[in-house]
């Protein structure tokens, strides 16, 4: 399976910049996309950006300017940088890959998502 671990969430005020990781391990083969969704409290689970393996990014129009993702191939890291942060950007941050990867009993997947469990972002003076 594929392991995915988020960092560096925490508390900030309006304006503020930070910064999340999201490392991969497992028996991983390949990692064709990488990003960050994201849940409100009371409101449905977003996406927020996201990478390919050909580059590409993609970004929600309420980050647009504002966030900013960027991939470490080798380290099979994401990273999100976040600035001008907004209250409404209070969530909890969730990292997702599709990836080809074997379990540990040596069955292949092709194109299968994983998740993070999250990380807490709060804005708020």
């Known amino acids: 399976q594929v392991q995915l671990v988020e960092s560096g969430g925490g508390l900030v005020q309006p304006g503020e910049s930070l910064r999340l990781s999201c490392a991969a391990s497992g028996s991983i083969f390949s990692i064709h996309a990488m990003g960050w969704y994201r849940r409100a409290p009371g409101k449905e689970r977003e996406m927020v950006a996201g990478?390919?393996?050909?580059?590409?990014?993609n970004y929600a129009d309420s980050v647009k300017g504002r966030f900013s993702i960027s991939r470490d191939t080798a380290k099979n890291t994401v990273y999100l940088q976040m600035s001008s942060l907004k209250p409404e950007d209070t969530a909890t941050y969730y990292c997702?890959?599709?990836?080809?990867?074997?379990?540990?009993?040596?069955?292949?997947?092709?194109?299968?998502?994983?998740w993070g469990k999250g990380t807490l972002v709060t804005v708020s003076s």
């Open positions: 990478t390919t393996s050909g580059g590409s990014t």
């Open positions: 997702y890959a599709n990836a080809d990867y074997s379990s540990t009993y040596g069955r292949m997947y092709y194109g299968a998502d994983s």
